[in-house]
């Protein structure tokens, strides 16, 4: 079994930033993919940014350049850096994890097994 941790999330006014963490645990190996991805109130879960078992970064296109997704090195734990944050960005952010290899960068909800009980992001205008 695979447990992913959420933490990080917090109120802060638009233009500030904030620094999400994702802690996986459970089992054997020493990296994963991992995703972030966040959900509004009345939205469908979305893809903001994803980091794969060897490094390489994906994001979605809304991030614009704003957040920055990070792996501290040899561990199981990623960040999701978010700078300049609008009130547009207020949801619940969540991590999820897949361990297979070489599939590339995955966006999608239905490609991740495992996942956070979410943290909640609140931006004021």
């Known amino acids: 079994q695979v447990q992913v941790v959420e933490s990080g999330g917090g109120l802060v006014q638009a233009g500030g930033s904030l620094r999400l963490s994702c802690a996986a645990s459970?089992?054997?190996?020493?990296?994963?993919?991992m995703g972030w991805f966040r959900q509004a109130p009345g939205e469908d879960r979305e893809f903001v940014a994803a980091?794969?078992?060897?490094?390489?970064?994906c994001y979605a296109d809304f991030v614009n350049g704003r957040f920055t997704v990070s792996r501290e090195n040899g561990k199981k734990t990623v960040y999701l850096q978010m700078n300049s944050l609008e009130p547009e960005d207020t949801a619940v952010y969540y991590c999820?994890?897949?361990?297979?290899?070489?599939?590339?960068?995955?966006?999608?909800?239905?490609?991740?097994?495992?996942w956070g009980q979410g943290t909640q992001v609140t931006v004021s205008s």
């Open positions: 459970g089992r054997t190996y020493s990296t994963y993919n």
């Open positions: 999820a994890t897949e361990l297979r290899r070489g599939l590339g960068c995955l966006r999608q909800v239905s490609e991740y097994p495992y």
């Open positions: 980091i794969t078992w060897g490094g390489t970064t």
